[in-house]
């Protein structure tokens, strides 16, 4: 019954490639997100989208692209892997409409690359 | 833009004894929210306590309570009764009230907290 679930946990990768990250939230949320944990645990926002639009786009390069097929599904795509992509990627949700509340993370992906 | 600092990179405490982690923030609006987060060695991020700026009331949640000073835009986190478990890296985290700024969280850098036998 995790609230937000992010696949896969691990992923390593050669420089070059091509991959997703998949998250998916059963809260009923109607806004997710996605933030970058480097490697001195820096935390900054990426995307946020509510109800499947996009609200957020924090000056990320093109080569990382967000689908939201659903609001309850949020995925990361990201084209032609850089060395500097290797992170942790959090992905969160929460109820913006009305009273805003907190965020859920999910348990974040460690992106490594070769 | 929205700033928030965490001067302090390391802490320690004692088992039961008491600690607080500090956090100052920039900001010109007037209604946001603010929040610390736990995140231990597991990795997840694990909501702590809220406060919502239009509250004068310091939040507390259990153990854990802050001292929010608007005037001062300083957002601390006290933490009694320490316990070995609370060893964990910890946000602050600025929410701005506009509703177009749609929820997006500003961190500070993290604060690592040991607890000590």
């Known amino acids: 019954d995790t609230a937000v679930s992010q696949t896969p946990k691990y992923l390593v990768t050669q420089m070059g490639n091509d991959k997703s990250i998949k998250c998916e939230q059963n809260?009923?949320?109607?806004?997710m997100y996605w933030y970058k944990q480097d490697s001195k645990k820096f935390l900054k926002i990426m995307f946020s989208?509510?109800?499947?639009?996009?609200?957020i786009n924090e000056t990320v390069p093109n080569r990382f692209s967000p689908k939201s097929p659903d609001k309850a599904h949020l995925n990361l795509h990201i084209n032609s892997l850089e060395l500097g992509d290797s992170a942790v990627y959090f992905c969160?949700?929460?109820?913006?409409?009305?009273?805003?509340?907190?965020?859920?993370f999910g348990d974040g992906t460690r992106l490594s690359i070769l | 833009a929205q700033t928030v600092t965490q001067s302090q990179p390391e802490m320690s405490v004692q088992e039961a004894e008491t600690v607080t982690l500090s956090c100052t923030y920039d900001?010109?609006?007037?209604?946001?929210?603010l929040f610390w987060y736990k995140q231990p060695p597991s990795r997840q991020m694990i909501l702590v306590i809220r406060?919502?700026?239009?509250?004068?009331q310091n939040a507390t949640e259990n153990r854990f309570s802050v001292n929010f000073q608007k005037a001062a835009k300083s957002f601390s986190l006290k933490i009694s009764d320490s316990q070995l478990g609370d060893a964990a890296m910890y946000f602050c985290?600025?929410?701005?009230?506009?509703?177009?700024?749609?929820?997006?969280?500003?961190f500070g850098q993290g604060t690592t907290l040991q607890v000590k036998p």
């Open positions: 969160a949700s929460s109820q913006d409409t009305g009273l805003p509340q907190p965020q859920h």
């Open positions: 809260l009923g949320h109607d806004t």
């Open positions: 989208y509510n109800n499947k639009e996009l609200i």
């Open positions: 900001t010109s609006e007037s209604d946001y929210y």
């Open positions: 406060q919502e700026a239009y509250k004068q």
């Open positions: 985290a600025y929410r701005s009230g506009l509703a177009s700024n749609t929820g997006k969280l500003i």
